[in-house]
């Protein structure tokens, strides 16, 4: 079946660094990925989206893009700030199946 | 418009009490999702609705779990002899059709 796995937490960071959260998946077909961020206390909102290979998706200074080659779809920014803390979800979506899948989880902590 | 829309928001039972959930979706949306999220854990799939084939129930975790969907809106979540292993926050998601899925902000159950 479909799963995604992503890097272990948590991550602390100081503010202005550079973020990587790694995102692995194995679906059959060709699945939609998505990032969800869930800031504390609050739900699950969508970050950033691809729906084909080498698509990029941005939002908030977040990029991730989709590589079909690595089965991959990491998260980066460029300068993360304190208020980017929170728990990042890599997830896809099995057009196949039509069925939406989440990684673990990785909570990032940004320290000031 | 409006969001994924659950309630209560907390809710606090007794062990053995049955519990209902409630998810108002995002109107036209055909897909429903439930998920569980335990304290600092990832989100475990429960149940998941499109239109209006048979639910996949795979992620239930017993049998005193079950969920329906009435009329390809409104899904309510029971859980019957709440246990404390019950206890987490219980998330719906809606979605239309092979897009991104948007989250309610959670029901937080406490069984004690």
């Known amino acids: 079946g479909d799963s995604v796995t992503q890097m272990e937490g948590p991550v602390t960071l100081s503010e202005e660094a550079f973020l990587t959260i790694n995102c692995t998946y194995t679906?059959?077909?060709?699945?939609?990925l998505f990032w969800y961020v869930q800031y504390p206390g609050e739900g699950l909102q969508l970050l950033l989206k691809a729906t084909k290979a080498d698509d990029k998706g941005s939002n908030k200074g977040f990029e991730a893009t989709y590589r079909k080659e690595t089965t991959s779809f990491h998260l980066e920014k460029g300068s993360v700030q304190v208020s980017d803390s929170a728990v990042y979800f890599c997830?896809?979506?099995?057009?196949?199946?039509?069925?939406?899948?989440f990684g673990g989880g990785t909570r990032l902590m940004v320290k000031p | 418009g409006a969001g994924v829309s659950q309630s209560p928001s907390n809710k606090v039972t007794e062990k053995g009490k049955d519990v209902e959930l409630r998810c108002d979706p995002i109107s036209g949306h055909t897909a429903l999702y439930w998920y569980r999220q335990s304290l600092g854990q990832g989100l475990e799939f429960l149940i998941y609705f499109q239109g209006n084939s048979a639910p996949d129930k795979s992620g239930l975790p017993s049998d005193r779990f079950s969920a329906e969907r009435t009329g390809g809106s409104v899904s309510t979540l029971t859980i019957q002899r709440t246990q404390q292993e019950d206890s987490a926050v219980y998330l719906c998601a809606s979605s239309p059709r092979t897009t991104e899925a948007f989250f309610g902000q959670g029901t937080r159950l406490t069984v004690v």
């Open positions: 997830a896809l979506h099995n057009n196949a199946g039509n069925m939406l899948t």
């Open positions: 679906a059959t077909g060709y699945p939609s």
